[in-house]
T-cell receptor, first 114, second 113 residues
Framework: DQQVKQNSPSLSVQEGRISILNCDYTNSMFDYFLWYKKYPAEGPTFLISISSIKDKNEDGRFTVFLNKSAKHLSLHIVPSQPGDSAVYFCAARERKNRDDKIIFGKGTRLHILP | KAGVTQTPRYLIKTRGQQVTLSCSPISGHRSVSWYQQTPGQGLQFLFEYFSETQRNKGNFPGRFSGRQFSNSRSEMNVSTLELGDSALYLC????????????FGPGTRLTVT
């Protein structure tokens, strides 16, 4: 059973507009969420994270919003740039006895259109 | 600071063989995690090693094993390869563990024929 779901396999957004990538989760024990970005032939790179005690975290053009009651988080990229075209993975952490279990979503491919 | 390195980058094996993949983490990072990436399943966690001890394990069969050395370098072994093991295998290192910010290597592309 998928605990972290990225329901949109792909998304196309015009350059300069806002990109919104969504992620849903089912496990209420997740306490920390991360977004990673992946270019072809490279490993994922960390983008931004958010603790479950917060509802928003911002870093430059990237903002992550967390709605715990809906078990939903979203990544906003404003404004979208050509270099943002990549696959974005949402990940969630469950901490048990100081050991971390990390679950990734299947990813959303973002295309930024000129 | 050098990034995470993985060797080899590409590998072709036949069914039934075994394979060993290597990962060198960022200097100072004691946590090394391994992931399998396939088109249909995304990134799936294999296991995490921290200071030479396996700290966490995903839902993979016992054919997948790993180890970590005293210098934090890690190896992953897959025995009795199956066609379904064809995937990109990613290694990630971290200061604090798999649940914190991780730094990924470029991956090893394994093809099983």
């Amino acid at each position: 059973d998928q605990q972290v779901k990225q329901n949109s396999p792909s998304l196309s957004v015009q350059e300069g507009r806002i990109s919104i990538l969504n992620c849903d989760y089912t496990n209420s024990m997740f306490d920390y969420f991360l977004w990673y970005k992946k270019y072809p032939a490279e490993g994922p790179t960390f983008l931004i994270s958010i603790s479950s005690i917060k509802d928003k975290n911002e870093d430059g053009r990237f903002t992550v919003f967390l709605n715990k009651s809906a078990k939903h988080l979203s990544l906003h990229i404003v404004p979208s740039q050509p270099g943002d075209s990549a696959v974005y993975f949402c990940a969630a952490r469950e901490r048990k006895n100081r050991d971390d279990k990390i679950i990734f979503g299947k990813g959303t491919r973002l295309h930024i259109l000129p | 600071k050098a990034g995470v390195t993985q060797t080899p980058r590409y590998l072709i094996k036949t069914r039934g063989q075994q394979v060993t993949l290597s990962c060198s983490p960022i200097s100072g990072h004691r946590s090394v995690s391994w992931y399998q990436q396939t088109p249909g399943q995304g990134l799936q966690f294999l296991f995490e090693y921290f200071s030479e001890t396996q700290r966490n394990k995903g839902n993979f069969p016992g054919r997948f094993s790993g180890r970590q050395f005293s210098n934090s370098r890690s190896e992953m072994n897959v025995s009795t390869l199956e066609l379904g093991d064809s995937a990109l295998y990613l290694c990630a290192s971290s200061l604090a563990g798999a649940g914190a910010e991780q730094y990924f290597g470029p991956g090893t592309r394994l093809t099983v024929t």
